[in-house]
């Protein structure tokens, strides 16, 4: 059956490790918000897939089922609700799955990773315009490092602007260190580490108003509750809000379930959407980040099975949220939410 596989499940640091089938709330009915099923992702259900959209289409491709990684690349068409395959990935290109990827100057890119055995550091550009792969500039290794220490998996990658960038991971360590990638010159750039105490792995991003903010993640095994705004016009980061109960105030009392590691997230309008992942076990709230305000307020949880090392995108202005496991179940399935709308669970 497509939609559920059941496999082995292999020990590993990331996304391989069983996570409890339960979600750790009951999709909640008195909250705003609905999620609508959508068109199946045609290629076979995975988990640590990636993501980037190039005009008014998404790509999603990449990732693991338990038994096989994969290098296919599917597109979406949210007009019409519809996908489409594209160019497989070359025989070059290792198959991964947790990579990174970004859009910058109409293409896109696909670089880090695992292959179940070695964290990568190759970068792979997209172009849709032809349909065709070529390998640019790995990710770097840092200054003064040994060969091969910027391989990586679990980075958050996002695109600004003409430039992608690449953020934090696990190296063989935690790390919290910023690359930007210049397709001009197919040349990275050391910028400015994150200014948090900790490292991440399986971070998120939002991208608004030029603008990065990294949230969630693990660190050594404990969810991250820091957050942080990158702004590449002066190459700053700025501390927001911890996602934590912290102040003496109301609105912070149901942070705690914020914190999770291996979510997705978009950006619809000027907020911003955090959903699915895990913390222990799979969780299911979904929040809506107010860049203006820096304060996150629940929606309605993500009504599916719940999942983590799902993938999400936004295109058109329309969030959607596609693939992702539960212990051994990998999915393949495709929802959009709806933010406004009243909670039906009838679609």
Not at 192 to 219: E, L, P, W
Not at 267 to 282: S, W
Not at 329 to 343: I, R, V
Request: hydrophobic share 35%; proline share 3%; charged share 20%.
């Amino acid at each position: 059956m497509k939609h559920l596989k059941n496999l082995v499940i292999i020990a590993t640091s990331f996304i391989l490790i069983g996570v409890a089938c339960t979600s750790t709330t009951d999709t909640p009915t008195s909250l705003i918000g609905n999620w609508m099923k959508r068109s199946a992702f045609d290629g076979n259900g995975r988990a640590g897939a990636v993501s980037f959209v190039i005009g008014d289409t998404a790509y999603v491709g990449t990732g693991f089922d338990g038994t096989i990684r994969y290098s296919d690349f599917w597109a979406y068409n949210p007009t019409n609700d519809a996908w489409s395959q594209r160019a497989i990935m070359p025989s070059a290109a290792i198959k991964r799955n947790s990579a990174a990827a970004f859009a910058a100057g109409g293409k896109g890119y696909v670089t880090t990773g695992y292959d179940g055995v070695n964290r990568l550091q190759d970068t792979w550009e997209f172009n849709p315009a032809t349909n065709t792969w070529a390998q640019k500039a790995n990710l770097p290794d840092p200054p003064n490092s040994t060969a091969g220490s910027g391989a990586r998996y679990g980075a958050v990658g996002f695109g600004i602007g003409t430039k992608g960038y690449i953020c934090s991971g696990y190296t063989g360590t935690h790390t919290k260190d910023l690359w930007e990638y210049n397709p001009a010159t197919d040349s990275w750039t050391a910028k400015a580490s994150m200014n948090t105490s900790d490292k991440r792995t399986g971070a998120v991003a939002f991208v608004y108003n030029n603008q990065a903010y990294i949230v969630t993640g693990t660190n050594n095994g404990t969810v991250v509750t820091e957050m942080a705004m990158y702004d590449p016009a002066t190459d700053k980061w700025t501390k927001k809000r911890d996602i934590a109960n912290l102040s003496s105030e109301a609105y912070d009392d149901a942070y705690i379930s914020i914190v999770r590691g291996n979510a997705v997230a978009f950006v619809i309008g000027d907020k911003g959407y955090l959903a699915t992942g895990d913390n222990g076990a799979n969780v299911r709230n979904t929040w809506e980040y107010n860049f203006a305000t820096d304060t996150w307020v629940e929606k309605t949880g993500f009504e599916r099975s719940d999942r983590s090392s799902a993938t999400g995108f936004a295109v058109k202005g329309r969030g959607f949220v596609t693939l992702g496991r539960n212990s051994t179940f990998y999915f393949d399935n495709l929802d959009e939410f709806k933010p406004a709308d009243t909670f039906n669970a009838n679609d």
